[in-house]
């Protein structure tokens, strides 16, 4: 838990430039002792964890989970974290903006910390693709360099696919076993290996493993992030962020193992992988790109020896796994100092550095003595007990046979490429005289001298701790006691003679090297797996160019393809579920009740004149149509019976109808009336094209709407609640009513609030525009009246008859009263401060059609959209919050005549309810005002007359 | 009577979204609000029952189902603004391209 805190630390550290690598050791140097502390807690084989809850409606926790197997892995991460940050700071000397890789590193080195501490395999997760992210810009820093962005790319697209395949997987794992949380999954092996499922979760975990810790085919991207900068390579690529996947299947081992398909599965691929990536390291001249490949086999061990079900392939993974993190990140260090201090890491330039770089050379013969799994270093006793799995008596001879022939060659391939490694660039003669070296700073050189000296000193006898923290970390993966011991020489068994075939093999191999890599050559020379990678890609290219040319640009090809989708869907998911023919109770076609006749006229209106504004060709009769229509439909509604919705219906049909006029008269005469033109100017395929998608999407919505209708349930849950409510808790007859403002009142308010912003947002589309036609800055509201414009009256500036005036200067002060009555009694009665808001937004309308937008805008001052929405919205807030005083609840209905003794008349009281329904009408007015006044305004018509 | 209710609110549908596949602008407006309505028929016909008066706390009768009918006022509240909107975005672009034909609309493309 403190390494965590310790380790999450550096995330807050920004700033930092290479000078500060001393102290940004200190990160990971406190939490490898907070690590090694907090060790002797669990040298029982016990946990320590943490857990916090995240999201618990999700069941999402954040957690933490320290064991031996973490234990083993936050002693990696940390310790050759402080070798790598000094390491680094000396590697960028002199580059002041490498504090950006630093702060990389450190950021890397929380994320990795947080994937082998994670207790909860969501947490996992997240810190996993934490590490493919940050692996991405590590490998990408130097940015200018096609190849690196291009490696890098590689790597993230792998490691990144692999992870969304290892979130599949973990979800299904933790689906099985009733938790997301380690100590859950790990108890509930039986269950997850009995599911159903289980063939599918072990293929995605595997593979989201697999691609992070490059197993064939997957190995592909590690070559490519060798474009790395050193340090990068050493930690990353080869001590840590590669061995996640490893840890993540040791992890799982206990809860996903012990099955065929886990046998086989690791096995092969871990085998495959070992076996290639050794034989592929020999062809190798770029020494990174050689350690590279051999670290894509000692990958491939690890992971084999998860496949295995005994205690001693265990030994043999944890021994490897600390062995070879410490060899290899040595080697890369002393790589990367070849390459700074030479220039030049290809081995047919290098040669002859032994007497310019003795320090190096001596560390670089330590850790290929390791690598090559020599006596007395420490990869000897890997490679030892990596033997003794194979001759291991549960194996049947064949699969005995196979295993030592592969392990016992890729022994000598390894040792082939470990004596290449030193000799030809240490030892042998100069090759190329342009290739000068100079020995390192000793900061530079104490980095990879101290894991290399580790690689010789732990195999030393007394290692008790040692072998104490390696067994509990095998027996944590193992589910099981593993007994390790550390003992160099064990007598004569079989894994030494192994080895000594292995030596000699290899030996042969290292002294022909040079037919042998030719060979190689020209084996397959044009096969490789980068030629699939690349294909894939490609062929992704394609797909996205051909999805790409069906986005023409045209608004009403989209909306056809969304609706055919739509129709396609409804089809594919089986389609609407019709009644049997029996379950209906015929006739449908009853003509019993005494309104059928009118709900039919009704009917025949609706669809009638909707045909109507398409067929005919002025848009105005269109729109006129359309207002009938819409009509039709709320006597449809009020025959329901449903007269609040019909009332509120016929005025927004009202409204709608105003507003597209309005809109109609803005746009230029011309332009209108090519479009009269080309309204029915299409081929007829596309009418028949445009035909059949409405046809089918109509299709499916009467299939819907039949349904709905005769499958009515009769009884509802939730209304009778409002019914019996409704006059008790609200005092409104109106059940409707009371719903709308006192039981959803929350929801109304949200509704106006949309309702004022669909005006203000049209307000500033249009100024917007009338910007566009160089009107700059003015707002609608202070735009000075133009003398001549107080003369012009009506909307397009003609002189309309006194009688229509008179009936203006009416209409406005009776809507008012028809408002205030709704408003007043719309909690008994039909009607509400929608309504009469909208009827006064009508009688508004008709004073910009009949006296003109100046001259309306002159006579009605209190007229202003900003004002009146706000202080609509302001007064529901208001009398809300006093409700709440009052009542302890926001929006609660209370009836502020009956509580101050208010003398009024009967049927109205002054609550919540009124002032709500006030506060509705404001809004309304305001946001409809800011439509009539934008949409109205006659000055952006760029023809005057219309 | 279902029958026919469907087949018109069904109808309705189809007719709002062939005026929607129009080019013209206002067509397309046009067609909104058709679509508006058809699915605003369509939430009251989803209501548990038909009654024979309306929901009226004093009403003898057995009264509609309230529930649905407080959606849809919202419903069609929210469809008038965003109808507005929607007209207002149109008027926009068919001043910008100097048109009201759709099809020579084509901004998105760059």
Redesign the interface.
């Known amino acids: 838990m403190v390494a965590l805190v310790v380790g999450l630390s550096p995330m807050r550290l920004r700033i930092a430039t290479d000078k500060l690598a001393w102290g940004l050791a200190i990160f990971p140097m406190a939490a490898l002792v907070a690590a090694l502390n907090a060790w002797s807690r669990i040298a029982d084989g016990g946990v320590l964890s943490w857990q916090v809850n995240w999201l618990p409606s999700l069941g999402l926790s954040l957690g933490l989970y320290y064991d031996g197997l973490s234990a083993l892995f936050v002693l990696l991460v940390s310790g050759i974290g402080v070798l790598v940050v000094i390491y680094a700071g000396q590697y960028f000397q002199g580059d002041q903006s490498a504090w950006r890789f630093q702060v990389y590193l450190l950021l890397f080195m929380s994320a990795m910390l947080g994937v082998v501490m994670a207790g909860d395999v969501i947490t996992l997760f997240i810190f996993w693709e934490g590490t493919s992210i940050i692996s991405y810009l590590l490998v990408a820093y130097k940015y200018k360099d096609e190849e690196a962005r291009a490696g890098a790319f590689r790597a993230l697209f792998i490691t990144g696919g692999g992870g969304i395949a290892l979130l599949a997987g973990l979800l299904m794992v933790s689906y099985v076993a009733g938790g997301s949380d380690l100590a859950t999954i790990l108890q509930s092996g039986e269950l997850i290996r009995s599911s159903e499922i289980y063939g599918a979760m072990l293929a995605l975990v595997a593979f989201g493993a697999f691609s992070k810790s490059a197993q064939f085919p997957a190995h592909i991207w590690l070559p490519g992030a060798m474009s790395a900068p050193t340090p990068a390579s050493a930690y990353l690529h080869s001590a840590t962020m590669v061995k996640a996947g490893v840890y993540l299947l040791a992890r799982l081992n206990p809860a996903l193992g012990n099955t065929e398909a886990w046998f086989w599965l690791l096995t092969l691929v871990g085998g495959t992988t070992m076996v290639m990536g050794a034989y592929l390291g020999l062809k190798q001249h770029d020494l990174k790109a050689l350690l590279a490949y051999s670290t894509i086999s000692q990958l491939g061990v690890f992971v084999m020896m998860i496949g295995q079900e005994m205690d001693i392939a265990f030994k043999a993974l944890v021994v490897g796994v600390l062995a070879h993190a410490l060899y290899k990140s040595a080697l890369f260090m002393v790589a990367g100092i070849v390459d700074h201090e030479t220039g030049t890491r290809d081995i047919r330039r290098l040669g002859g550095l032994r007497r310019v770089m003795p320090v190096s050379f001596a560390l670089a013969t330590l850790g290929a003595l390791s690598m090559a799994g020599l006596p007395p270093l420490f990869g000897f006793l890997a490679k030892e007990t990596l033997l003794a799995t194979a001759v291991h008596p549960s194996f049947t001879p064949w699969e005995s046979y196979i295993l030592v022939a592969a392990t016992v060659a890729t022994g000598a391939l390894l040792l082939a490429q470990s004596g290449m490694l030193v000799y030809e660039t240490f030892l042998g003669p100069v090759k190329d005289e342009r290739v000068h070296g100079h020995e390192a700073p000793w900061a530079m050189l104490l980095a990879p001298a101290v894991p290399a000296l580790l690689s010789l000193v732990v195999s030393l006898p007394d290692a008790q701790f040692l072998e104490a923290f390696l067994a509990n970390a095998a027996a944590a993966a193992y589910g099981d006691k593993v007994k390790v011991s550390l003992a160099l020489w064990t007598g004569l068994h079989e894994p030494v003679l192994l080895s000594f075939v292995a030596i000699s093999l290899g030996s042969l191999l290292f002294w022909r090297r040079a037919q042998v890599r030719a060979w190689q050559d020209r084996l397959l020379a044009g096969a490789t797996w980068n030629g699939v990678y690349t294909a894939v890609l490609n062929g992704m290219d394609s797909l996205a160019t051909w999805a790409t040319r069906l ?6 090809v989209y ?2 393809i969304m ?1 055919v989708s739509v129709v396609a869907l409804v089809l594919l998911l089986g389609g609407v579920p019709l009644p049997e023919a029996t379950a209906v109770s015929w006739p ?4 019993d ?1 005494e309104l ?1 006749i009118l ?2 006229f009704a ?1 025949l209106v ?2 009638g004149a ?2 109507a ?2 067929l005919l060709v002025r ?1 105005f009769a ?2 006129v149509a ?1 207002g009938a ?2 009509l039709a ?1 709320a006597v ?2 009020a025959l ?6 019909a009332l ?2 016929i005025v ?1 049909d009202t ?2 109808l105003v ?2 006029v309005l ?2 008269t ?2 230029p005469r011309p ?2 009336r ?3 033109a ?2 029915f100017a ?1 081929s007829r395929r596309g009418l028949l094209r ?2 059949l ?3 089918a ?10 349904v ?3 499958s ?5 849950y ?2 009778p609640f ?2 019996a409510n ?2 008790p808790l609200t005092g ?5 009513g009371a ?2 403002v006192d039981f ?1 009142a929350l ?2 308010l949200i ?2 609030a ?2 004022s ?3 203000l ?2 307000y500033t ?2 100024r ?2 009338a910007r ?2 160089g009107d700059r800055g003015t707002q609608v509201d202070e735009l000075p009246l133009p003398v001549q414009a107080l003369r012009s009256y009506g909307i397009g500036g003609q002189l309309v008859s006194p009688f229509v005036r008179v009936v203006a200067y009416f209409v406005l002060p009776l809507a008012l009263i028809i408002a205030a009555t709704h408003m007043m009694y719309g909690h ?1 009665q ?1 009607g ?1 401060g ?1 309504t009469a808001g909208v009827i006064i937004s009508l009688a508004v309308g008709f004073w910009y059609v009949v006296f003109g937008y100046y001259q309306t805008r002159q006579r009605l001052v209190w007229l202003r959209a900003a004002p009146l929405i706000s202080s609509g919205l302001l007064l529901v807030m208001v009398s809300g919050a006093i409700a709440a005083f009052v009542n302890g609840h926001f929006l609660s209905p209370v009836d502020f005549g009956a509580l101050l003794g208010l003398p009024l008349p009967a049927g109205f009281s002054l609550s919540t309810s009124f002032l709500f329904e006030v506060a509705i009408c404001l809004a309304v007015v305001g ?1 409809v005002v800011y ?1 009539l006044n ?2 109205g305004h006659p000055g ?1 018509t ?1 023809d005057g007359n219309s | 009577m279902e029958l026919l209710t469907a087949l018109a609110i069904g109808l309705l549908f189809a007719i709002g979204i062939f005026q929607m596949l129009r080019r013209n602008v206002i067509r397309s407006a046009i067609g909104l609000i058709i679509l508006a309505n058809a699915i605003n028929l369509f939430l009251l016909s989803t209501g548990a029952y038909q009654g024979v008066d309306p929901a009226y706390s004093t009403a003898a009768g057995v009264q509609s189902d309230a529930l649905p009918q407080a959606l849809i006022l919202t419903a069609i509240v929210i469809s008038m603004g965003g109808t507005a909107f929607v007209l207002s975005m149109l008027y926009i672009i068919s001043a910008r391209y100097q048109t009201s034909d759709l099809d020579e609309v084509n901004g998105l493309r760059n």
């Open positions: 986005q023409q640009g045209r608004l009403r909306l056809s609706l449908i076609l009853d003509f009740g059928a709900r039919l009917l609706a669809v909707a045909l504004s398409v848009d269109a729109i359309l229509s819409g439909v449809l509604m329901e019976p449903a007269p609040d919705v509120v219906q927004v409204l709608a507003i597209l809109a109609l803005r746009l332009q209108r090519r479009a009269q080309f309204t299409q445009d035909g998608v409405a046809g999407m109509g299709a499916v919505v009467t299939a819907v709407t039949f709905a209708l005769i009515r349930p009769r009884e509802s939730l209304t409002f019914a409704a006059k409104a007859k109106d059940i409707v719903i709308v959803r929801d109304t509704e106006i949309v309702f912003m669909a005006g947002g049209i589309l249009l917007l525009a566009h036609h008994d039909p509400d929608f946001s439509m934008t949409l952006e760029t």
